[in-house]
């Protein structure tokens, strides 16, 4: 093995992450990298990191690849009444899982001010719309406008080559992908499956919401899902009643249901029952307490 490979290995297995918290750091560490010929991963998220993050962080972690990891609670995706000043912040646990992890070279954990800089109200806006409007986007209004204005804004600081999200926020990856080849960005976008806890809960922040009693109940919305998607497996195309039935039994184990829908996979389009070939996803939403949870399966 060259003393080159060998450093390479060295360099894939275990990295310390530098905490940054301005554009300009950024940009220098980009620019020193980008020197040396290594590309780029970016993994954006607000923190309080779980493994569902960390493993986005390590299937982009390849060799002559720098992963940088953004942590930032962006206000402008959450609507009024929402839970942004809940939020959990935890910058020093989440360096710590991620120092631990060895999968991600820069943290950058910035300011309001630093990704607005002419504040909230005067910032400028990207916007996708008609599926920014629909499932999640009904029932929070402006949020997927603030997702599209944070990851335009966080895409043009890191300037990466990969983008890496999870398919646990399905109807975001849609949107990120339509917007990317819309605005043409020059990105490439990967997505990571959804990391559950042992009993099919996907991991959420937003898990830490529930008591011990919603927490054990919580499980349902996956288990639901999972029905519908064995139905639609089996050949069922009743999506409505499939959809239906669904957001009765999450009714029944304590839910308040948003919605469960299946849609054509590819864009989150109505799903064309007639269409044998479609490839689809079963897509729900419900409120669990204060805590409102999303999940997703692949049929
Ligand atoms: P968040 O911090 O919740 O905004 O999420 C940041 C990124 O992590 C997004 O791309 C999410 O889709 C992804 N993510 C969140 N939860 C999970 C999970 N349980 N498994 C895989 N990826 C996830």
């Given at each position: 093995?060259?003393?080159?490979?060998?450093?390479?290995?060295?360099?894939?297995?275990?990295?310390?992450?530098?905490?940054?918290?301005?554009v300009r750091?950024?940009?220098?560490?980009?620019?020193?990298?980008?020197?040396?010929?290594?590309?780029?991963?970016?993994?954006?998220?607000?923190?309080?990191?779980h493994?569902?993050h960390?493993?986005?962080?390590?299937?982009?972690?390849?060799?002559?690849?720098?992963?940088?990891?953004?942590?930032?609670v962006?206000?402008?995706?959450?609507?009024?009444?929402?839970?942004?000043?809940?939020?959990?912040?935890?910058?020093?646990?989440d360096?710590?899982?991620?120092?631990?992890?060895?999968?991600?070279?820069?943290?950058?954990?910035?300011?309001a001010?630093?990704i607005?800089?002419?504040g909230?109200?005067?910032?400028?806006r990207?916007?996708?719309p008609?599926l920014?409007?629909?499932l999640?986007g009904?029932?929070?209004?402006?949020?997927f406008?603030?997702?599209?204005?944070?990851v335009?804004?966080?895409?043009?600081?890191?300037?990466?080559?990969?983008?890496?999200?999870?398919?646990?926020?399905?109807?975001?990856?849609?949107?990120m992908?339509?917007?990317?080849?819309?605005?043409?960005?020059?990105?490439?976008?990967?997505?990571?499956?959804?990391?559950r806890e042992?009993?099919g809960?996907?991991?959420?922040?937003?898990?830490?919401?529930?008591?011990?009693?919603?927490?054990?109940?919580?499980?349902?919305?996956?288990?639901?899902?999972?029905?519908?998607?064995?139905?639609?497996?089996g050949?069922?195309?009743?999506?409505?009643?499939?959809g239906?039935?669904?957001k009765?039994?999450?009714?029944?184990?304590?839910?308040?249901?948003?919605?469960?829908e299946?849609?054509?996979a590819?864009?989150l389009?109505?799903s064309?029952?007639?269409?044998g070939?479609?490839?689809?996803?079963?897509?729900g939403?419900?409120?669990?307490?204060?805590?409102?949870?999303?999940?997703?399966?692949?049929?």
């Amino acid at each position: 093995m060259s003393r080159s490979g060998d450093s390479l290995r060295t360099k894939a297995a275990a990295r310390s992450p530098r905490t940054v918290r301005t554009v300009r750091a950024v940009r220098e560490a980009i620019s020193e990298w980008r020197a040396a010929g290594e590309s780029i991963a970016f993994v954006p998220t607000m923190g309080n990191l779980h493994a569902g993050h960390l493993s986005l962080a390590r299937l982009v972690a390849e060799p002559r690849t720098r992963v940088v990891m953004s942590i930032f609670v962006n206000p402008t995706q959450f609507g009024p009444g929402e839970d942004f000043a809940a939020y959990p912040r935890t910058l020093t646990e989440d360096t710590a899982l991620v120092t631990a992890a060895g999968t991600v070279d820069l943290l950058f954990a910035p300011e309001a001010a630093d990704i607005y800089p002419f504040g909230l109200n005067s910032a400028a806006r990207v916007s996708v719309p008609e599926l920014g409007r629909e499932l999640d986007g009904a029932s929070r209004p402006g949020h997927f406008d603030g997702v599209a204005s944070v990851v335009t804004r966080l895409l043009n600081i890191v300037t990466p080559d990969v983008l890496m999200l999870g398919q646990k926020d399905y109807q975001q990856f849609i949107l990120m992908q339509r917007m990317i080849a819309d605005l043409h960005l020059p990105v490439v976008l990967r997505m990571g499956p959804t990391h559950r806890e042992p009993d099919g809960l996907a991991m959420s922040s937003r898990n830490r919401y529930l008591d011990a009693d919603q927490r054990a109940r919580a499980p349902a919305l996956q288990a639901a899902l999972a029905r519908v998607r064995d139905a639609v497996r089996g050949g069922a195309t009743n999506f409505a009643d499939l959809g239906a039935a669904a957001k009765q039994d999450l009714e029944s184990a304590g839910f308040k249901p948003d919605y469960v829908e299946v849609r054509r996979a590819a864009d989150l389009a109505a799903s064309n029952a007639a269409d044998g070939r479609e490839a689809r996803v079963v897509i729900g939403a419900a409120w669990l307490g204060r805590a409102r949870l999303i999940d997703n399966l692949l049929v």
